[in-house]
């Protein structure tokens, strides 16, 4: 009978161990969850973003702020696009903001298989030093789960931002990390 139980043995601690496992594997799930955004309708993010002065490939501008891009999935409304950000240069001169709003789609978002994106075309209005410039082509990319690239088109903001889309994630780590942003 001691021969048998040592032959179970091995099955037995496999079973007590995938029963363990399940439990965290699921656990981990629940917490890596995008809390921030809890429906499929509304991102809330951050910028974090670099670009340069178009003459080498290293940065000289360093973008950080947020957004809100809400209705994105609606069939009713037109989504809503908001984002504020400081730009600062990387020596940490030359400190501004610049807004984006008044997002209009025009036509249909486009949804990009291959790279796991969805696309929204259409125009916003940009806060520049001297006032907002109405009508900016923009293109705002969903990159999958986690990113966001904006692209506005830079001949009509004196090429402020060069060619370079301002990038961003889908998550905030002040909701994420409260006692960082207090």
């Given at each position: 009978?001691?021969?048998?139980?040592?032959?179970?043995?091995?099955?037995?601690?496999?079973?007590?161990?995938?029963?363990?496992?399940?439990p965290?594997?699921?656990?981990?799930?629940?917490?890596?969850?995008?809390?921030?955004?809890?429906?499929?309708?509304?991102?809330?993010?951050?910028?974090?973003?670099?670009?340069?002065?178009?003459?080498?490939?290293?940065?000289?501008?360093?973008?950080?702020?947020?957004?809100?891009?809400?209705?994105?999935?609606?069939?009713?409304?037109?989504?809503?696009?908001?984002?504020?950000?400081y730009?600062?240069?990387?020596?940490?001169?030359?400190?501004?903001?610049?807004?984006?709003?008044?997002?209009?789609?025009?036509?249909?978002?486009?949804?990009?298989?291959t790279?796991?994106?969805?696309?929204?075309?259409?125009?916003?209005?940009?806060?520049?030093?001297?006032?907002?410039v109405?009508?900016?082509?923009?293109?705002?990319?969903?990159?999958?789960?986690?990113?966001?690239?904006?692209?506005?088109?830079?001949?009509?903001?004196?090429?402020?931002?060069?060619?370079?889309?301002?990038?961003?994630?889908?998550?905030?780590?002040?909701?994420?990390?409260?006692?960082?942003?207090?």
């Amino acid at each position: 009978m001691n021969y048998q139980f040592f032959r179970l043995l091995p099955i037995l601690a496999i079973v007590l161990l995938s029963s363990l496992v399940i439990p965290f594997g699921s656990l981990h799930t629940a917490y890596s969850k995008n809390l921030i955004n809890p429906t499929d309708d509304t991102i809330r993010g951050s910028i974090t973003s670099n670009t340069n002065n178009g003459t080498s490939v290293d940065p000289s501008w360093i973008l950080g702020g947020v957004f809100k891009f809400s209705n994105i999935n609606s069939m009713t409304a037109s989504p809503t696009f908001n984002s504020t950000f400081y730009m600062v240069k990387v020596d940490g001169t030359a400190n501004h903001t610049h807004s984006i709003y008044d997002f209009k789609l025009a036509g249909q978002q486009t949804i990009g298989n291959t790279i796991n994106s969805t696309m929204y075309n259409g125009t916003s209005t940009v806060t520049m030093r001297e006032d907002p410039v109405n009508n900016v082509p923009t293109q705002i990319n969903i990159l999958g789960d986690h990113a966001i690239s904006i692209n506005m088109d830079g001949s009509v903001i004196d090429n402020h931002f060069e060619s370079q889309p301002i990038f961003g994630t889908q998550h905030l780590i002040c909701v994420g990390q409260p006692s960082y942003c207090q």
